[in-house]
């Protein structure tokens, strides 16, 4: 569906609108995982989390009428800020994101302070979707898609350029997996520019969407799945992030919600940073030993997200 000169223009395209992250490598952490382990810094993007660099993507291949006609999307949050980002610096005026109603308020209003349109919707990321598809269609709008659209991968790709640019002799890429944008772009840049790297995707136990897929070899989208601090990664794997990701995935590991909350901790009393449970997932699966053959190896795990309230943050910590 896509190639590595579909992420290298997608770069190009994105660029003025997006930061090239850190990759932190950190000494106390990789101390505790037995590896040399790196943190890909997507929690200090644009809004707080990878998400622009799809939605810039995206948008930037609208026709101006497109445009002119509007934009329409659904999230758990940080996808809704990646779309209000973009449609900022693009110049696009009409935007209506269909949130669902229990996301991280940090993100709710991080949204509020941009012009658009939000909805709450329902109380999972299916509920807003079939919202925001409702909507499109009746208003014309263009329909911009959390991950199940190939110019959304190549755009989340570009997180992987930089890895791959910043650790050229990295073993293992660990990534959080929900929809499968993120760990289906970075695996094909990754992978197409140092073919021996394991790229490994990592679920929530509550919500093993990407796992089964790969298993019962087909796309589990919708996916009805337990209750998760980590909502950003509970529900479906996506068609096209599947199809892409299939000859590339080494493994997907899984993780509780209890290493989830652990993992939080441990990056800031390591590290200073502060990540959301969605974001914190490749990590905990590192540092928790769900990982096979990891010992000396170099290893890098996407920090997907920082968007964390202070609520939230204090029943972790508790």
């Not at 709710?108 to 990321?125: D, E, F, S, T, W």
């Not at 897929?213 to 796309?219: D, P, V, Y």
């Amino acid at each position: 569906m896509i190639s590595l000169d579909d992420v290298k223009r997608a770069a190009r395209a994105i660029a003025p609108h997006v930061s090239r992250t850190p990759l932190l490598h950190s000494k106390a952490l990789s101390q505790a995982a037995g590896c040399e382990l790196l943190l890909k810094l997507e929690c200090r993007q644009a809004t707080g989390s990878f998400k622009p660099r799809g939605a810039l993507n995206k948008i930037t291949s609208l026709s101006e009428k497109e445009r002119a006609s509007g934009v329409v999307a659904a999230s758990a949050g940080n996808h809704a800020l990646g779309v209000a980002h973009a449609c900022a610096a693009l110049g696009v005026a009409s935007a209506d994101l269909f949130v669902q109603a229990n996301a991280a308020p940090a993100k709710i209003a991080k949204l509020r302070r941009y012009p658009v349109r939000l909805h709450l919707v329902g109380q999972n990321y299916e509920d807003a979707q079939q919202a925001a598809l409702a909507h499109a269609e009746k208003s014309g709008a263009s329909y911009v898609s959390a991950y199940d659209d190939p110019l959304v991968v190549a755009g989340q790709g570009t997180a992987g350029l930089e890895i791959a640019e910043d650790c050229p002799d990295l073993d293992v890429v660990v990534v959080p997996v929900g929809g499968g944008a993120l760990f289906a772009g970075i695996a094909l840049a990754v992978k197409s520019l140092r073919p021996a790297v394991r790229a490994i995707g990592v679920n929530p136990e509550a919500s093993p969407s990407a796992k089964l897929s790969f298993e019962q070899g087909r796309a589990l989208d919708p996916y009805e799945h337990e209750e998760t601090l980590a909502h950003g990664l509970a529900g479906g794997f996506g068609r096209v992030p599947f199809e892409i990701a299939r000859p590339l995935v080494s493994a997907i590991a899984l993780v509780s919600e209890a290493e989830l909350k652990r993992a939080i901790a441990a990056l800031i009393d390591a590290e200073q940073v502060l990540a959301e449970a969605s974001g914190i997932a490749a990590l905990a699966a590192v540092l928790y030993g769900r990982i096979a053959d990891v010992a000396g190896k170099r290893v890098v795990a996407v920090i997907s997200g920082g968007n964390i309230d202070a609520a939230t943050l204090r029943g972790v910590l508790q």
